[in-house]
C-alpha cells in the first residue's frame, strides 16, 4: 500500500538530547513537509521540501534540521537548541504538479516528548 | 502576516444538528482552499477541496463547503452530524500561484453526541 510512514510513533528525549524523527513515503510526491501540532494552535510548518537535496525553512524552523537525500525520506531532527520540543509531529507529502498538486497526504505522526 | 482564522474552538451538538464552521483567510490573492479532518486515533485526511469553479464544494461523508472571496471566508456545512463526525477539522489556504506552502488554521474539536 503507498503511504507515508512515521517513526516511532512515541519517542521520550532527555533534555540537552538531540533526536530524529524518520518521514518515508512511497507515493513518489515531489515535495515533503514537516508540520507541528499543538492543542489550540493547529499545524505550524516547520521545514519543506519541493526537490531532492533542497529545502526551506518554515515558520518554526528555529531548533530543527531537516536533510532530503532522497526522494522517498526526509528525517527531521529536533536540536536541543529546540526550547520546547515536546509536540506532536506530522509529515506530510504532495505532488507539485497535475490536477491533484494542492493535496497533501499526512503520516500518521510521531509523539515526542522531552523529560 | 498571511493567515488563516477558525473562530469556533469547539463545538458542541446532538446528532442531527446542522453544522456550520467558519474559516477566513488573509491572503490577498488567488487561493486554494482545503477543509482537513483528524478522527480520533487516525491521521490528518482531506474532507474537500476548492481550486476553482463552483464556489459550492462537495466533499467525502456529506460535508460541503462554499467559498466567498468578496467575505475571505471557506466555510464548511453539513446538514445533519452524527456521531462519527466527532472529530478536529482545520481549515488550510495556500495561494494558487504558490502551491508551496499551506497554511493552516487553529482547527474546531467538534463533539457530537447520540
Known amino acids: 500500500d503507498g503511504g507515508i510512514t512515521q517513526s516511532p510513533k512515541y519517542l521520550f528525549r532527555k533534555e540537552g538530547q538531540n533526536v530524529t524523527l524518520s518521514c518515508e513515503q512511497n507515493?513518489?510526491?515531489?515535495?515533503m513537509y514537516w508540520y507541528r501540532q499543538d492543542p489550540g494552535q493547529g499545524l505550524r510548518l516547520i521545514y519543506y521540501?519541493?526537490?531532492?537535496?533542497?529545502?526551506q525553512k518554515g515558520d518554526i524552523a528555529e531548533g530543527y534540521s531537516v536533510s532530503r537525500e532522497k526522494k522517498e525520506s526526509f528525517p527531521l531532527t529536533v536540536t536541543s537548541a529546540q526550547k520546547n520540543p515536546t509536540a506532536f509531529y506530522l509529515c506530510?507529502?504532495?505532488?507539485?504538479?497535475?490536477?491533484?498538486?494542492?493535496?497533501?497526504?499526512f503520516g500518521e505522526g510521531s509523539r515526542l516528548t522531552v523529560l | 502576516a498571511q493567515s488563516v482564522s477558525q473562530h469556533n474552538h469547539h463545538v458542541i451538538l446532538s446528532e442531527a444538528a446542522s453544522l456550520e464552521l467558519g474559516c477566513n483567510y488573509s491572503?490577498?490573492?488567488?487561493?486554494?482552499l482545503f477543509w482537513y479532518v483528524q478522527y480520533p486515533g487516525q491521521h490528518l485526511q482531506l474532507l474537500l477541496k476548492?481550486?476553482?469553479?463552483?464556489?459550492l464544494v462537495k466533499g467525502i461523508k456529506g460535508f460541503e463547503a462554499e467559498f466567498i472571496k468578496s467575505k475571505f471566508s471557506f466555510n464548511l456545512r453539513k446538514p445533519s452530524v452524527q456521531w462519527s463526525d466527532t472529530a478536529e477539522y482545520f481549515c488550510?489556504?495556500?495561494?494558487?500561484?504558490?502551491?508551496?506552502?499551506?497554511?493552516f488554521g487553529t482547527g474546531t474539536r467538534l463533539q457530537v453526541f447520540p
Open positions: 507515493l513518489n510526491h515531489d515535495a
Open positions: 491572503y490577498g490573492g488567488t487561493v486554494n
Open positions: 476548492y481550486f476553482s469553479g463552483d464556489p
Open positions: 521540501s519541493q526537490i531532492v537535496n533542497d529545502f
Open positions: 506530510a507529502s504532495r505532488w507539485t504538479s497535475g490536477r491533484g498538486s494542492g493535496e497533501l497526504f
Open positions: 488550510a489556504v495556500t495561494l494558487f500561484y504558490n502551491t508551496d506552502k499551506l497554511i
